[in-house]
């Protein structure tokens, strides 16, 4: 009888809402009843409201850009902003075999050059449906511990910063054949992107080269880095042809730290015409010692050059001339990587940003 009554009602489009004996609930029901106790929406509320198929409403959500109509998938966006439905990543990962994370492997996260370029990564990332997962290394020895020592990772992707991972370990540890190299360490198999230092360097000694600089000193950073060792043998290939004599060559580790160590060590009955520092941070350091030692040093004896062209190098406090590359268009690169897996298989693997030189108050 109670069926028959609502079969009868529905039929002249009356709203009956009656609940059967609790005996009577079947697995629907019962599922139905905990979603309008909860109130929350489903998958099948958007495409109904949407007139679509429950599939339809899934390609259209999906943050792999599945095939589905513009038009379809417009109806569904804005039938999920209506309803307030939020896609459940976690349900999301396990039919796509994805779980939209990215992990950054980077040596230290305080690195100046890191910040600048991080945040413009991490939201591009973000605009595409990725979110980052940072993992620091600070070490050789801390990348082996923490590569034997720690769980496998499952993501999409792994863009290596660090100096002390290579692509076979990146793609063993974190289960994907994604691995986007940024620090100068890709194989065949592994994707990259690396700034083109020989354009910045080139400009920025033939600068001092015209102000008739003879002697130049040499800050470099971290010797594991194969970017860093790269960029040296372009400083002194440049420095060779233009005639100036490297008077003196200093390790650090492109911190300003390193910068403030190294300047304390030269020599002031000795000074260079010119010093060449491999990150901005480093050059803040020399600069903040020599003008304490006597005012108007720089550029007036000494002329320095930083390299990562710095945000704070605009700063009045620290006006150093710099080599540095367009983040905006490098983050672009790296994801054009990340999203357009055909670029890959086209042969674009390996992609190059050039560098240039800012000239500032310091040279």
């Known amino acids: 009888m109670r069926i028959s009554l609502n079969l009868a009602l529905r039929s002249h489009n009356f709203a009956l809402h009656t609940l059967p004996y609790p005996g009577e609930l079947t697995l629907s029901d019962q599922y139905t009843a905990r979603h309008r106790k909860t109130n929350l929406p489903t998958l099948q509320d958007v495409a109904n409201r ?3 198929s429950l599939s339809a409403a899934s390609r259209a959500l999906s943050r792999d850009q599945k095939p589905v109509a513009a038009e379809k998938r417009e109806r569904v966006l804005a039938a999920a ?7 459940n990543p976690l349900a999301q990962g396990l039919s796509t075999r994805q779980t939209g994370l990215v992990s950054i492997i980077v040596n230290h996260i305080g690195d100046l050059s890191d910040l600048d370029l991080f945040d413009i990564l991490i939201g591009r990332l973000q605009d595409v449906g990725k979110q980052a ?3 620091r290394l600070g070490s050789v020895s801390s990348a082996r ?5 720690s769980i496998n ?9 660090s100096d002390f991972i290579g692509p076979r370990q990146a793609r063993d540890f974190f289960r ?3 691995v986007i190299m940024l620090n100068g360490r890709q194989d065949s198999q592994s994707l990259s992107v690396q700034p083109d230092d020989a354009p910045g360097i080139e400009q920025a000694v033939e600068n001092a080269a015209r102000a008739r600089v003879e002697t130049a000193t040499l800050i470099t950073g971290r010797e594991s880095s194969e970017l860093e060792q790269q960029r040296i043998a372009l400083y002194r290939t440049a420095l060779a042809k233009h005639g100036i004599l490297v008077h003196e060559q200093m390790q650090g580790d492109y911190s300003y730290a390193a910068g403030v160590a190294a300047a304390q060590k030269i020599d002031p009955r000795h000074y260079p015409d010119a010093i060449f520092c491999t990150s901005d941070a480093m050059a803040m350091g020399v600069l903040d010692v020599l003008r304490d030692r006597e005012a108007g040093i720089i550029p007036d004896r000494i002329r320095l050059y930083g390299f990562d062209n710095l945000s704070l190098t605009e700063l009045h406090s620290y006006p150093i001339s710099s080599i540095g590359f367009d983040k905006g268009d490098y983050v672009e690169q790296v994801v054009s990587l990340l999203v357009d897996h055909g670029r890959a298989r086209k042969g674009e693997r390996h992609l190059g940003v050039p560098t240039r030189f800012f000239a500032r108050h310091t040279g």
Do not use: K, P, Q
């Not at 902003?81 to 896609?87: D, I, K, P, T, V």
């Not at 511990?145 to 020592?149: E, I, K, M, Q």
């Open 153 to 161: 990772y499952h993501v999409d992707a792994a863009l290596i910063f």
């Open 176 to 178: 994907t054949n994604h």
């Open 81 to 87: 902003r209506e309803l307030g439905y939020s896609a």
């Open 145 to 149: 511990d923490f590569l034997r020592g």
């Open 50 to 52: 949407a007139g679509v």
């Open 133 to 135: 997962s940072i993992v």
